[in-house]
């Protein structure tokens, strides 16, 4: 597939989708929900590469280790979107857009869980629609991507 490879970072716990907290965060493990997105993503000609870790360093490297491969990133980060200001700065760094997604509405969790540090390295947000917000995050994404590439139209890749 030529089209732009995507690479899809997930936080903290995300490796216990499916067992953790299924009232906030849904009933589908995480090899469901990569399977779900790597099939939006063929179907909009692009390709996901998926990242988990529970460790912040772990995820700063695999987001530089793929800067050079990724035309973007969705990112859902967990508990770290609320604490992580290396993470801020990597993605910041990475120099492509970034969509942050979360399958839970932060503004109805812990006031905590309501401020996103990530926030201002991304060029959109979803959340609260559980794993559906993972396509229109994709969506979003894939036109962020597009539109830097028209000349006049932002940064160029």
């Not at 609320?82 to 993470?87: K, N």
């Not at 760094?93 to 390295?121: C, G, M, N, T, Y």
Request: with cysteine; aromatic share 6%; net charge neutral.
């Amino acid at each position: 597939m030529n089209g732009p490879a995507i690479l899809v970072l997930h936080g903290p716990n995300l490796n216990r989708l499916g067992r953790r907290d299924p009232a906030h965060y849904g009933t589908l493990t995480l090899p469901e929900l990569e399977a779900k997105i790597a099939g939006w993503a063929a179907e909009r000609g692009a390709r996901a590469l998926f990242f988990q870790s529970n460790h912040e360093g772990a995820l700063i490297d695999a987001l530089q280790h793929r800067a050079d491969e990724a035309a973007g990133a969705l990112v859902n980060l967990g508990a770290l979107t609320h604490t992580s200001y290396a993470l801020h700065d990597a993605l910041s760094d990475f120099a492509r857009p970034v969509v942050e997604v979360h399958l839970s509405k932060l503004a109805e969790r812990e006031p905590w869980r309501q401020v996103s540090v990530i926030r201002p390295a991304c060029v959109a947000a979803v959340d609260g629609k559980g794993a559906e917000g993972y396509r229109e995050a994709l969506d979003r994404l894939l036109t962020a991507i597009a539109e830097r590439s028209v000349p006049g139209r932002g940064k160029e890749a």
